[in-house]
């Protein structure tokens, strides 16, 4: 299994930025899709970013081109860097690992291990 474990949330003013981390650890997960799936209060589930075991990104429209997601494999270690936040992107986000090494998933079901969440607030 994969082991997930994320961090660096925080509140932040409309505007700001932030910088979310999550350590990987796990048999192979070098070769998972790892992404970051939000869910604000009253809202559904959202994948908002991955990044294929080869490096493709993927996003979702509501954070295209202002979230970048990365991944550093000598650190064991998956960001979102957060830019020009806005209230709607208050939510609990998650690391999150799919057994897939091309394509990420567009909808949170399709991952299979999850981090604790780490809450962001945008006010």
């Known amino acids: 299994q994969v082991q997930l474990v994320e961090s660096g949330g925080g509140s932040v003013q409309p505007g700001g930025s932030l910088k979310l981390s999550c350590s990987a650890t796990?048999?192979?997960?070098?070769?998972?899709?790892l992404g970051w799936v939000r869910q604000g209060p009253g809202e559904e589930r959202e994948a908002v970013a991955g990044?294929?075991?080869?490096?493709?990104?993927d996003y979702a429209d509501s954070v295209k081109g202002r979230f970048t997601v990365s991944k550093d494999d000598a650190k064991n270690t998956l960001y979102l860097q957060m830019n020009s936040l806005k209230p709607e992107d208050t939510a609990m986000y998650y690391c999150?690992?799919?057994?897939?090494?091309?394509?990420?998933?567009?909808?949170?079901?399709?991952?299979?291990?999850w981090g604790q969440g780490t809450q962001v607030t945008v006010s």
């Open positions: 999150a690992a799919a057994r897939q090494n091309l394509n990420c998933p567009r909808t949170s079901t399709g991952y299979d291990y």
């Open positions: 796990g048999y192979n997960y070098r070769s998972y899709c």
């Open positions: 990044i294929s075991s080869i490096g493709d990104t």
